[in-house]
């Protein structure tokens, strides 16, 4: 369970506080979040709609700043890399994987999942090598010359797992990851996802309001009101 | 270069308004150009090295009135004169009005010598001259014009006068090639022929051309001859045959103002096309660049792709539209240029191809830059639509 001093947490988290403004009116979304989550964890962070679940997985991936406190994830102290680093780290250590896939239409599912090795310093081959590797283990090596149009959305969201890992990522981050399949297509992508942590070893943190899908995961955080409420482990 | 597949992808997006503001772009490039080139073109007309060490003396008043032949050996005497012509515009016309070219009555002696740099890469012998000196009604038209007509040497033309009561039936003596088109278009035949036949302008003629030995000269004896002639009955008005000429353009009217103010509403019209068609397109994409950056690519690096789908897209369309203009320049000289004054030359320089494709691509750059950047500064999270 999440431990406020795990020396071997990915992330780690301290008084957390985010705020949005409205005009002149502040709206409190997070407020003093605290704790830690180990190397190889697979969380589901779970919560009613409000609850600040999806502004801290942004926070901890990186996208989005929080107003105070400190976060460290993957060794670095978010707070202190400046935009340009921060997507560098983003490149270098998070996978994304969102509600509704995100692919990029006019790229076929090969070049959607090379998008993140483009700013690498592999070669071509060794990229296309990689990719292939990826694809492969989603099985969709013989999608890869297909458009996101011509891929159901199980298979969609299949390449954006593709496309979240093939960098070799320390932490997969997803957001409402099977809030767009039907029932089958979403165990294959949780299936997928289960493997990623147990047999690659990936952090993985999902946002979710789907029961089965935090089911998954091995612990589940709530939040209530961007506070901290409880941290529960799940029994399989 | 990895990510031109990537730009490429971005643009053909979609298809139809790719190509529908690539032709918008091309024609307005296209029009830019040619309004360019015609500028050049007209700039051209009063900046001809070979004019630069011409004199045109004239009457002050005005090309309509004519001055005394006496005047040539004042001018010859001139020290700094190295020789002297004079000629007077005849206006002929051939069978019809339409069939407008410049026409001259002009001395058969000295127009080869004043003229040499035009006449000196002609081909035209010494012998076809002293033929043509020799007949009293002989001509010698330029190659462009024998073309248009079809006229051959031996061929008698007639020209029926508009300004001179008098009809001359002429003999094609010599076909000339010119240095450039409008050198071309162009007849001469014996002054005398005219003063002959029209006993009111016997001993006047309307301008004399007086080539000098060094162009530093050319002011000091402009406002000497002026000077000479001043208070006379006739008095004259010396200029460089480069104001002389343009002296005919500027008869068009501020050409240059008209044609910079047009040039500059179609650069407007593209630059908001563009600017337009970029931000719909760069919004509808503002999901998938919150993407790119939450995948780890740079503001600058988004920037920069979506400023290359821009510029390649204005950059085309320059380059087509460049190359239009520079098809249709041939099809405008022969087409128009033979009844235009001034377009028998019109021509698309180098020079001129690389300023408007440079202009093309500073209004690629402004209207594409303005919806990008906005686009990359946008939070990543409000590109998702991920606050939760």
């Not at chain 2, 593209?270 to 919150?290: D, Q």
């Not at chain 2, 202009?359 to 402004?366: R, W």
Request: net charge neutral; with cysteine.
């Amino acid at each position: 369970m999440p431990d406020s001093s795990n020396s071997d947490a990915i992330i780690k988290l301290r008084g957390i506080s985010k705020s949005y403004w409205r005009e002149t009116l502040e709206i409190p979304v997070l407020q003093g979040i605290d704790f830690d989550i180990p190397r190889g964890g697979y969380y589901a962070l779970m919560g009613p709609s409000g609850s600040g679940k999806t502004t801290l997985l942004n926070l901890i991936a990186g996208i989005d700043r929080p107003t105070g406190g400190s976060l460290e994830v993957c060794g670095y102290e978010l707070n202190d890399l400046d935009d340009d680093d921060l997507a560098g780290w983003r490149n270098a250590h998070v996978g994304f994987i969102f509600q509704n896939y995100n692919l990029v239409p006019v790229l076929t599912a090969f070049e959607n999942v090379e998008l993140p090795l483009l700013l690498s310093s592999l070669s071509r081959r060794e990229r296309r090598a990689r990719v292939e590797e990826v694809l492969a283990l989603v099985n969709l090596e013989d999608r890869m010359l297909n458009y996101p149009r011509q891929l159901s959305g199980g298979q969609e969201q299949r390449v954006a797992i593709a496309r979240a890992i093939v960098g070799d990522p320390d932490l997969l981050v997803a957001d409402e990851p099977t809030g767009a399949l039907d029932h089958q297509n979403a165990e294959e992508v949780l299936a997928l996802m289960e493997r990623l942590n147990t047999d690659l070893g990936k952090t993985i943190l999902i946002v979710t309001h789907d029961p089965n899908a935090a089911h998954h995961a091995r612990y589940q955080i709530h939040l209530d009101k961007g506070v901290f409420d409880k941290t529960v482990e799940v029994n399989r | 270069m990895k990510y031109l597949r990537f730009i490429l992808k971005s643009l053909l997006r979609s298809k139809r308004r790719t190509l529908l503001i690539l032709s918008t772009i091309t024609l307005s490039v296209f029009l830019v150009t040619i309004l360019q080139a015609l500028l050049t073109t007209l700039d051209a007309v009063s900046n001809n090295p070979n004019s630069s060490n011409r004199i045109v003396v004239r009457h002050k008043s005005g090309l309509t009135q004519m001055l005394p032949m006496s005047y040539l050996a004042y001018l010859k005497q001139q020290p700094e004169v190295e020789t002297a012509t004079y000629m007077q515009w005849f206006g002929g016309q051939y069978k019809d009005p339409s069939n407008f070219f410049a026409n001259f009555a002009s001395d058969e002696t000295t127009l080869f010598d004043v003229f040499r740099e035009e006449f000196g890469t002609s081909g035209v012998t010494e012998e076809q001259i002293k033929d043509y000196i020799r007949d009293g009604s002989g001509c010698i038209v330029g190659k462009s014009l024998a073309d248009k007509f079809g006229w051959k040497v031996g061929d008698v033309i007639p020209l029926q006068g508009t300004i001179f009561p008098v009809s001359p039936r002429l003999t094609v003596k010599v076909i000339f090639k010119g240095m450039k088109p409008s050198q071309e278009n162009v007849l001469h035949f014996h002054y005398k022929l005219l003063e002959e036949s029209v006993p009111r302008i016997k001993g006047r003629v309307g301008t004399f051309f007086l080539r000098v030995h060094n162009a530093d000269q050319i002011p000091r004896l402009s406002a000497r001859i002026d000077n000479h002639y001043a208070n006379s009955s006739a008095e004259t008005l010396s200029e460089t045959e480069n104001a002389f000429n343009l002296s005919f353009v500027k008869m068009l009217g501020n050409i240059s103002t008209i044609i910079q103010g047009i040039t500059a509403a179609v650069l407007v019209a593209i630059l908001i096309v563009t600017a337009g068609t970029m931000s719909i397109a760069i919004r509808e994409r503002t999901t998938e660049i919150a993407v790119l950056r939450a995948l780890g690519f740079r503001t600058g690096l988004v920037l920069g792709l979506l400023l290359g789908e821009g510029m390649l897209l204005v950059g085309a369309g320059g380059v087509f539209g460049v190359g239009l203009a520079a098809l249709a320049a041939g099809g405008i000289r022969k087409g128009v240029g033979t009844s235009v004054p001034f377009l028998e030359d019109f021509s698309l320089t180098p020079s001129t191809m690389l300023l408007c494709l440079g202009i093309t691509f500073v209004v690629g750059l402004l209207s594409t830059f303005i919806p990008a950047y906005q686009a990359t500064r946008r939070p990543i999270t409000e590109g998702l639509r991920s606050i939760g």
